[in-house]
Nanobody, 125 residues
Framework: QVQLVQSGGGLVQAGGSLRLSCAAS????????MGWFRQAPGKEREFVTA????????YYANSVKGRFTISRDNAKNTVYLQMNSLKPEDTAVYYC??????????????????WGQGTQVTVSS
């Protein structure tokens, strides 16, 4: 069983920054990609960004491109989401997820096998 434990998040003013972390643990963790998704109240879950565990290729939603950065620390089995220039519309619960197979889109939540517990990010105007 793989567990993803998230940390970070909180309340920040518009234009500010936050960093989220997602640490993976469990039996011989091995992922093809790690992703971040978010869900705002009354809205569907949406893709934010993903990173291939091997090679480090990154993918971003247009809404966060240039503001958010995903990175990983293979030795720590941890993925990070650095969020800069935050906007009120970034307010949501953010989830990290692990995709353990090669096939399927890295931006589709249904392709991910394990999920973190979620963390609230609130951006005030």
């Amino acid at each position: 069983q793989v567990q993803l434990v998230q940390s970070g998040g909180g309340l920040v003013q518009a234009g500010g920054s936050l960093r989220l972390s997602c640490a993976a643990s469990g039996r011989t963790f091995s992922a093809y990609a790690m992703g971040w998704f978010r869900q705002a109240p009354g809205k569907e879950r949406e893709f934010v960004t993903a990173i291939r565990w091997s090679g480090g290729n990154t993918y971003y939603a247009n809404s966060v491109k240039g503001r958010f950065t995903i990175s990983r620390d293979n030795a720590k089995n941890t993925v990070y989401l650095q969020m800069n220039s935050l906007k009120p519309e970034d307010t949501a619960v953010y989830y990290c997820a692990a995709k353990t197979h090669l096939t399927g889109s890295n931006s589709y939540g249904g392709e991910y096998d394990y999920w973190g517990q979620g963390t609230q990010v609130t951006v005030s105007s």
